[in-house]
């Protein structure tokens, strides 16, 4: 098996097509063909299944693609470290967080890291913290802010608590109260996020830990769709306070006080890059020096 028939692999399993496939990886097509046929031959099962030109992943096709997708990142990464040996004048950077990590602490670390490494190339993935996590576990990320669960340990990250994030009921008029407890919730339907947001599985387990199915208003967003939902009045939504400040929301503390915990993670398995463990650095630097936005708080360790 060579690298090269898993490009090959991955230009067809994602245009579904040969001569695409050739054409996107910029090769003969027969080249292309007999080099698929010769992965199939050392691996002993066919890849693609090519009834009437209709090409689709065979069982042992959907096996392969998340490792040979897993192994090319794997190899461009090192190539990027051997590379940024020179001195972290050039490489890149692939990291993630939340969105209410994304709207207010994260510019200023990702400023801070690019005046100080200019030559480094920063990608950012907004989305929610299961996504987050598998896109660490596909190799697609170096770094990620997620949530850290108590329950679901993830065996293939290494996950180091830095931040404490306050939750609040998110509202268009004010509740009436001070503080609400979750109990209170019942008498208010609820904007939803989508599957893959830690908030929706979070504010499910408390709701039925409380002893109650919650009603939804609607469902599905992600975190700026559910604000503006909870902004033109169709329900409340259990968010960090940090969303609320540019936003025309009241946020009423839980009680009791209901936080959640943000970890720096990646994966156990690779060592981080040179320039993800600069990043990592200016993070935490950064972090232990800045004032806190309100209801975000440093995890002393």
């Known amino acids: 098996m060579t690298l090269q028939q898993l490009v090959y692999f991955l230009a067809v399993a994602r245009t579904r097509h040969f001569t695409r496939a050739a054409e996107e990886v910029r090769v003969a097509q027969p080249s292309l063909s007999k080099q698929i046929h010769a992965l199939e031959k050392e691996l002993g099962a066919e890849l693609f299944s090519r009834a009437r030109g209709n090409i689709?992943?065979?069982?042992a096709g959907e096996a392969l693609l998340p490792v040979?997708?897993?192994?090319?990142?794997?190899?461009?990464?090192?190539?990027?470290e051997v590379a940024e040996l020179v001195g972290l004048r050039r490489g890149r950077v692939r990291v993630g967080a939340t969105p209410s990590l994304c709207g207010s602490i994260f510019a200023d670390v990702i400023k801070r890291y690019h005046d100080?490494?200019?030559?480094i190339h920063v990608s950012v993935t907004e989305g929610g913290s299961r996504d987050l996590v598998q896109a660490l576990e596909a190799g697609s990320l170096d770094l990620a802010l997620v949530i850290v669960s108590p329950v679901?340990?993830?065996r293939a990250l290494t996950v180091v608590p830095v931040l404490r994030e306050e939750l609040v009921v998110a509202s268009a008029e004010p509740l009436g109260v001070d503080r609400m407890s979750l109990l209170?919730?019942?008498s208010h339907p609820l904007v939803m996020f989508r599957p893959g947001y830690d908030l929706r599985e979070t504010t499910l387990a408390a709701c039925r830990g409380?002893?109650?199915?919650p009603t939804f208003a609607v469902e599905g967003g992600e975190m700026d769709a559910v604000l503006r939902f909870v902004?033109?009045?169709l329900g409340v939504a259990i968010v960090p306070s940090t969303v609320l400040a540019t936003r025309s929301l009241h946020g009423t503390p839980?009680?009791?006080?209901?936080s959640r915990t943000v970890g720096l993670a990646h994966r156990a398995d690779v060592a981080p890059t040179s320039a993800a463990r600069a990043f990592q650095n200016v993070l935490l630097s950064f972090l232990r020096g800045a004032e806190m936005p309100a209801g975000v708080h440093l995890v002393e360790r």
């Open 56 to 59: 689709t992943l065979t069982p």
């Open 68 to 80: 040979a997708s897993r192994i090319l990142s794997d190899v461009d990464t090192a190539r990027l």
């Open 116 to 119: 100080a490494y200019p030559g």
């Open 152 to 154: 679901d340990a993830h």
């Open 184 to 186: 209170d919730l019942r």
């Open 210 to 213: 409380a002893g109650f199915e």
């Open 231 to 233: 902004e033109v009045g």
């Open 254 to 258: 839980l009680t009791p006080g209901t």
